[in-house]
């Protein structure tokens, strides 16, 4: 079936620092892609998407493309900042085999000190 | 705009006892779903609904009831809390199965049960 691997955190990061989070995923026909963001004590929201391949979602500095070849949708931010410390989480939908539920990876939480 | 609202925030159970966490969504969106957020381990869906009347089970839906009388609702039950039930509960919905579009995510319920 369907599945979401992240890169496993925590990942802790100067302000400014250049940040990477990586996420592959196995899935047969064109899923969509998302990445959610979840700040402490809230709940998930959608930080960026992409729907078919070579897509670049972006929002807030962070961005993702769609790599089909590759099965990955890394998350990359060139300057992060202390409000940027959260959980980071994954997510496919659709595909051949999936009827529309989103699939998340384990999250991975990114601390930013100052 | 209260968007997905869930209630209680925090609860605490015996083992063996029944509750039902809430969920209400005021944007009229189809589709809805509760998911199981434990560490290491991202969410996983528990159980979900693409409109009233209609239910189906998620990832992990054992020792968990759902109904969905209207599009607003979509409270979970547990019929005999155990131990390992204890998590984060989150609420989502959609406009439409999540192909491509976003999930509004509540705030969550911090389930202990002892």
């Known amino acids: 079936g369907n599945s979401v691997t992240q890169m496993e955190g925590p990942v802790t990061l100067s302000e400014e620092a250049f940040l990477t989070i990586n996420c592959t995923y196995t899935a047969t026909g064109y899923p969509s892609l998302f990445w959610y963001v979840q700040y402490p004590g809230e709940g998930l929201q959608l930080l960026l998407k992409a729907t078919k391949a070579d897509d670049k979602g972006s929002n807030k500095g962070f961005e993702a493309t769609y790599r089909k070849e590759t099965t990955s949708f890394h998350l990359e931010k060139g300057s992060v900042q202390v409000s940027d410390s959260a959980v980071y989480f994954c997510?496919?939908?659709?595909?051949?085999?999936?009827?529309?539920?989103?699939?998340f990876g384990q999250g991975t939480t990114l601390q930013v000190k100052p | 705009n209260a968007g997905v609202t869930q209630t209680p925030k925090f609860q605490v159970l015996k083992t063996g006892q029944s509750m039902t966490l809430q969920c209400a969504q005021d944007m009229n969106h189809e589709y809805m779903s509760w998911y199981r957020q434990d560490p290491g381990m991202g969410l996983r869906l528990i159980h979900y609904s693409v409109g009233a009347g209609i239910t189906d089970q998620g990832e992990v839906p054992n020792g968990y009831n759902v109904s969905r009388s209207t599009t607003e609702d979509f409270p979970l039950r547990l019929l005999s809390a155990a131990p390992s039930q204890t998590s984060v509960y989150f609420c989502a919905s959609s406009p439409a199965q999540l192909l491509n579009t976003e999930a509004f995510f509540g705030q969550g319920t911090r389930l202990t049960v002892v």
């Open positions: 997510a496919l939908s659709g595909g051949s085999s999936n009827t529309g539920k989103l699939i």
